[in-house]
Nanobody, 118 residues
Framework: QVQLVESGGGLVQPGGSLRLSCAAS????????MAWYRQAPGKQRELVAS??????TDYADSVKGRFTISRENANTVYLQMNSLKPEDTAVYFC?????????????WGQGTQVTVSS
């Protein structure tokens, strides 16, 4: 059974940083594409960043230069978020799937809240 468990969310002031983690189990992590999505109140869920099994990354324009996605051990994907803005406030979800020209999500985590506010 696939399980994705996020952690690291919280309250941070504008300009601050947070690092989200997603621990995966029940999958062959090394051959899985992984991504982070977010959903703000009243808005659709949007793709923030993705990383292929070979390490290629892609980012939403709104976070380029501020966020970094990485996979640094056998079963964990990270999202380093710097220079946070109030508009980054959302529930952040870890996802497994395919994130090329066609995006297919096969598993979701439960989400972690990120709030950017002074």
């Amino acid at each position: 059974q696939v399980q994705l468990v996020e952690s690291g969310g919280g309250l941070v002031q504008p300009g601050g940083s947070l690092r989200l983690s997603c621990a995966a189990s029940g999958i062959i992590f090394s051959i899985s594409g992984m991504a982070w999505y977010r959903q703000a109140p009243g808005k659709q869920r949007e793709l923030v960043a993705s990383i292929t099994r070979t390490g290629n990354t892609d980012y939403a324009d709104s976070v380029k230069g501020r966020f970094t996605i990485s996979r640094e051990n056998a079963n964990t994907v990270y999202l380093q978020m710097n220079s946070l803005k109030p508009e980054d406030t959302a529930v952040y979800f870890c996802a497994r799937g395919s994130f090329g020209a066609t995006r297919i999500v096969t598993s979701w985590g439960q989400g972690t809240q990120v709030t950017v506010s002074s």
